[in-house]
């Protein structure tokens, strides 16, 4: 499962950095999504990194400002929240990719949710 932290309140345009640890397995192998969840949406994803730190980015509003990051020698992947924006506001959660290495939009190609981690940008 993973663990989520990072998460907090923020004014318009502040940094926030959100972390992604794990236990109990090891997604070494696989490739890992953030997404994010705001209050009456569908959850979505941000961007999802390979083993191998190969990228995707998605959502136009997000591209420049959001950036996933991953440290396989401690077991860590980042999002790091730049010019955050009202709305950034939601749960944040990271997930491993079904299909291993291979990144998916859709939030049923990934498995291993953590609890998430809460994000709120006031204007």
């Known amino acids: 499962q993973f663990v989520e932290s990072g998460g907090g309140s923020v004014q318009t345009g502040e940094s926030l950095k959100l972390s992604c640890g794990w236990s109990?397995?090891?997604?070494?192998?696989?490739?890992i999504a953030w997404f994010h969840h705001a209050a009456g949406k569908e959850r979505e994803a941000v961007a999802c990194?390979?083993?191998?730190?190969?990228?995707?980015q998605y959502g136009d509003s997000r591209k420049g400002r959001l950036t996933i990051s991953r440290d396989n020698a401690v077991g860590r992947v980042f999002l790091q929240m730049n010019s955050t924006k009202p709305e950034d506001t939601g749960v944040y959660y990271c997930?491993?990719?079904?299909?291993?290495?291979?990144?998916?939009?859709?939030?049923?190609?990934?498995?291993?949710w953590g609890q998430g981690t809460r994000v709120t940008v006031s204007s």
């Open positions: 109990g397995f090891s997604p070494a192998g696989y490739a």
């Open positions: 990194i390979t083993t191998t730190g190969g990228v995707i």
């Open positions: 997930a491993a990719s079904k299909q291993r290495n291979t990144c998916r939009r859709g939030a049923e190609n990934y498995s291993y």
